[in-house]
């Protein structure tokens, strides 16, 4: 239905920034609720924010909140996730998703990127 592209990961030094992008095609990202979602070695993936269909509403995971901000340009086809004041614990792969439902749980996102790493110094 949709494809997704992740991009802006690489390598920060703790207390850095980093802006990810998600561009979409083949479909408008208009009828989505976009997530990003990060998934550490050996550890479960987490939803790390979401946003509505309109940009309105916006979720954040307790361990970001307040370091990272999500929003869409549906004009562009985009999400980007914001993320400012690095940890070394934020180090993981980042994946973009997509789903016509309205939830943050990663097992209800049906499109998926491919993912970017994002490794932070200390």
């Known amino acids: 239905q949709v494809q997704l592209v992740e991009s802006g990961g690489g390598l920060v030094q703790a207390g850095g920034s980093l802006r990810l992008s998600c561009a979409a095609s083949?479909?408008?990202?208009?009828?989505?609720?976009v997530g990003w979602f990060r998934q550490a070695p050996g550890k479960e993936r987490e939803t790390v924010a979401t946003?509505?269909?309109?940009?309105?509403?916006?979720y954040y995971a307790d361990s970001v909140r307040g370091r990272v901000t999500i929003s869409r340009d549906n004009a562009k086809n985009t999400v980007y996730l914001q993320m400012s004041s690095l940890r070394p614990e934020d180090t993981a792969i980042y994946y973009c998703?997509?789903?016509?439902?309205?939830?943050?749980?990663?097992?209800?996102?049906?499109?998926w990127g491919q993912g970017t790493q994002v490794t932070v110094s200390s």
């Open positions: 946003i509505s269909r309109t940009g309105v509403r916006t």
């Open positions: 998703a997509a789903t016509t439902r309205v939830s943050d749980s990663p097992k209800e996102y049906d499109y």
């Open positions: 083949g479909r408008t990202l208009t009828i989505y609720r």
